[in-house]
Nanobody
Framework: QVQLVESGGESVQAGGSLELSCRASSFVLVMGWFRQVPGKEREFVGAVTQRDPASVRGRFTISRDDTQNTVYLQMNDLKPEDTAVYYC?????????????????WGQGTQVTVSS
C-alpha cells in the first residue's frame, strides 16, 4: 500500500501562485492530481510518469522528482474558480486516466481557496 501525503494548500489572492506537493511512501509509476468542489465530481487535473515527468496544462504545471517520490502541482494566475480540494493520486496501472477507478492510491486532500 502506497501512502500519499499532500501539502501546500492555503488561501491566496486571485492572480497569485501556489505549489502543491505530494510525497509517496514508495515509487509509483503514475502520479497525478485531481480537484473537487463541493457538490461536483472529482476532476482530473493532470498526471506525469517517470518517462514523461512534466506536464503543462495552461496555468498549471505538474512535475515529479523521483529521488523524493514526490509530485508537484504549480498553479499560476489563480482564479476564484480554482478553489477546491486538491487530491494527489497514484497508480501503477493505466496512465493519464481521468477515471477515478483507475487510480489506486489517494492522498487526503489539501484545500486551496482563491479569493477575488
Amino acid at each position: 500500500q502506497v501512502q500519499l501525503v499532500e501539502s501546500g494548500g492555503e488561501s491566496v489572492q486571485a492572480g497569485g501562485s501556489l505549489e502543491l506537493s505530494c510525497r509517496a511512501s514508495s515509487f509509483v509509476l503514475v502520479m497525478g492530481w485531481f480537484r473537487q468542489v463541493p457538490g461536483k465530481e472529482r476532476e482530473f487535473v493532470g498526471a506525469v510518469t517517470q518517462r514523461d515527468p512534466a506536464s503543462v496544462r495552461g496555468r498549471f504545471t505538474i512535475s515529479r522528482d523521483d529521488t523524493q517520490n514526490t509530485v508537484y502541482l504549480q498553479m499560476n494566475d489563480l482564479k476564484p474558480e480554482d478553489t477546491a480540494v486538491y487530491y494527489c493520486a497514484a497508480t501503477n496501472g493505466v496512465v493519464f486516466s481521468s477515471r477515478l477507478a483507475d487510480w489506486h492510491f489517494w492522498g487526503q486532500g489539501t484545500q486551496v481557496t482563491v479569493s477575488s
